[in-house]
């Protein structure tokens, strides 16, 4: 009864519903949470079908042919000792002491983050998750971690898959209880873009431990120690393992290049590793790191610290295996990988490819092979799906050791150049990239740096600008504001300070910050951002909740409006929550256990005066329909 009186709310019919509607009429959204029935999923379906999924163009629904994967995987070994047991037994240190021992390579699988991130905008549902999750902790049993959380994950849950991210992480903790689960952590920027106080840092690293997270992979953006050491405490305080990251930029091959050097990375290791680190992360973010580079930084780092090496890198050039396995020489304790069907380009190298190029290696990872190509047919099933945000890359770039752009950011970027107008000048975009870097000083580039030079890349572009405009009449341009934020110090300092000329080109006589900007940054009060929050959404928030509205107001807020309108999507399958329905078709929707609808979408009706569409459907037996505004 309840939806009735929204769907029949004359500015839910109206379509402002989207927008504006629970703010202006609270008093109807003041019900008890948890509401959910199948006409709000009738309408969010409706929506799609008739208007399509947010800025992507309206099409018909794809056929997808049926996948070939059986899910008949051996239990999980009873009595198995891993990573996780030792954590959860022993704690942090002691699973130190268990890596040492390991003379095997370990495996981190990324599929449910990195991998995704990089290839599909960061698009792969929870639902799909959860398809799999019994079935890869048992064909998996080995693994040392899987990476399913943080980094772009978090925001684009909310933003795009309408799905609450610590679900997410709740829901995978409880189906793969055996393996160590492991987060992206930007550092001071947490989970965003922006610096947050560092109780907001130390509060959201506390409960994401507590929901599951045990591995934190914490870096910052600029390599600038300085803002990694709160987080790699708030870890440790958590009794979980803090993995602190080296991004790796430049080439040490390259003895012309002097700034990124041997004795650069040996020197922040020594600091890393004093600032209380558990492991070293070697975070390869563009795939520059050459095979002969990375046997001689690992076996430099494990000279020089007393801590298991990580190994992180992108397959974007295209010698991702061959770069492990020259690691793997070097006695690289862990590397990241992912299910082949999402592996490669701008994603991690293949996990099953690393096995083989390792066959007659004393190194090979212990992995039942025949187990993870068969469950890798599951990720060959869904991979279509998300055929729609799909980066377009399907073969190695080598250019990408001179652009330097990371893979999360080469699907990223070309979207948004696509989004001004710049589709066809994508080579310029990627060419002028590697000057802004240059200009910049030759800075880290990795979320958020990576934005800032992206942003001023495109700016220029688009405004036609050459190096020598911006020294020449910068004092008359409009920078971008993240180009302003970043010259600021907002991000921290880089390596070797800024170049001074630009900086006071950009800034017009402001003065910028030397000092960390998190030391100036005002302790959030977090009963007061509660009740503002309670006020908000009309109930008493989660601590999760006061959480991910302080990291994206707006964003939240905007997610729990699509939340009390359309209930849980989650449940959804994929092809249905990105394209809709077609008519006549009959799909299921799988509730809760036990309480699943088959619904079927009969007839679309005509436009009326106001471009109202009826969408009739039948839902378990019983005749229903909707009203959709037609948008086109
Ligand atoms: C992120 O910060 O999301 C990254 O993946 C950086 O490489
Ligand atoms: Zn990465």
């Not at 009429?25 to 008739?50: C, E, H, W």
């Not at 080296?246 to 990375?265: E, N, Q």
């Not at 061959?322 to 082949?340: E, F, H, L």
């Not at 580039?445 to 688009?462: C, E, I, R, W, Y």
């Amino acid at each position: 009864a309840f939806m009735e009186k929204v769907i029949q709310h004359p500015e839910f019919i109206s379509g402002e519903a989207e927008t504006t509607f629970i703010d202006n009429t609270p008093a109807l959204f003041a019900i008890p949470r948890s509401i959910d029935n199948s006409t709000q999923k009738m309408q969010y379906i409706g929506d799609i079908t008739v208007n399509g999924y947010g800025d992507l163009d309206r099409h018909e629904k794809k056929y997808y042919p049926e996948g070939q994967f059986k899910a008949d995987f051996k239990p999980f070994p009873k009595g198995l000792v891993t990573a996780k047991t030792i954590l959860d037994a022993q704690g942090a240190d002691a699973v130190n002491d268990w890596l040492k021992q390991q003379n095997k390579l370990l495996l981190t699988d990324t599929t449910f983050r990195d991998a995704h991130q990089s290839l599909f905008a960061t698009r792969m549902r929870t639902h799909d998750m959860l398809g799999i999750a019994d079935g890869m902790q048992k064909a998996l049993p080995n693994l040392f971690s899987y990476e399913m959380w943080g980094g772009a994950t978090f925001d684009v849950a909310y933003r795009f898959l309408v799905e609450d991210p610590w679900e997410r992480l709740k829901q995978l903790r409880e189906k793969m209880p055996h393996t160590l689960f492991q987060m992206l952590f930007r550092g001071s920027n947490a989970v965003g873009y922006k610096n947050y106080p560092d109780n907001v840092l130390a509060e959201f690293i506390k409960q994401a431990a507590t929901d599951g997270i045990d591995v934190f992979r914490i870096f910052d953006s600029l390599n600038w120690v300085p803002q990694l050491e709160k987080s790699i405490q708030a870890v440790r305080d958590a009794g979980k393992i803090a993995e602190a990251a080296i991004c790796y930029t430049g080439d040490i091959l390259d003895p012309t290049k002097h700034k990124y050097d041997l004795k650069y990375y040996q020197d922040l290791a020594k600091e890393l590793a004093a600032s209380g680190a558990h492991i070293i992360g070697i975070k390869d973010m563009a795939g520059l790191l050459k095979p002969e580079a990375a046997y001689e930084l690992v076996s430099t780092l494990k000279e020089s610290v007393d801590l298991p090496i990580h190994l992180h890198t992108h397959d974007t050039p295209g010698n991702g295996v061959s770069t492990y396995q020259r690691a793997a020489a070097a006695g690289v304790d862990i590397v990241d990988v992912a299910q082949s069907a999402l592996s490669g380009t701008t994603s991690q190298p293949s996990m099953e490819s690393l096995y083989y190029a390792l066959t007659d290696n004393p190194r090979q990872p212990d992995l039942d092979i025949h187990a993870a190509e068969q469950l890798n047919r599951y990720f060959e099933g869904i991979r279509p799906f998300y055929g729609d945000f799909a980066n377009g890359l399907n073969a190695p770039v080598t250019e990408n050791y001179t652009a330097q752009m990371p893979g999360g950011q080469y699907s990223n970027l070309r979207q948004q150049a696509s989004a001004v107008g710049l589709g066809d000048r994508w080579e310029d975009v990627k060419r002028m990239y590697a000057t802004v870097n240059q200009m910049f000083g030759d800075i880290v580039k990795v979320t958020p740096s990576s934005k800032v030079v992206g942003d001023m890349a495109l700016f220029m572009v688009q405004h036609k600008l050459t190096e020598d405009d911006v020294y020449a009449k910068g004092d008359t341009i409009d920078f971008p504001d993240s180009v302003v934020r970043f010259f600021m110090g907002d991000l921290g300092q880089p390596v070797g300070g800024f170049p001074e000329k630009l900086q006071k080109i950009i800034l017009k006589g402001k003065t910028p910050l030397t000092v960390r900007p998190g030391s100036l940054a005002k302790p959030v009060d977090f009963a007061t951002v509660k009740a503002e929050l309670a006020e908000k959404i009309k109930n008493e928030p989660t601590k999760e909740e006061v959480l991910s509205y302080l990291m994206y107001p707006d964003v939240f807020l905007d997610y729990h409006q699509r939340k009390e309108i359309y209930g849980d999507v989650s449940t959804l399958d994929t092809p249905t929550f990105f394209q809709g329905m077609r008519i006549g078709e009959k799909i299921e929707i799988h509730v809760r256990p036990g309480k699943t609808w088959i619904l079927t979408l009969n007839e679309i009706g005509e436009p009326d005066i106001e471009g109202n569409r009826t969408l009739y459907f039948t839902v378990n037996g019983q005749r229903s329909e909707v009203v959709i505004n037609d948008k086109s």
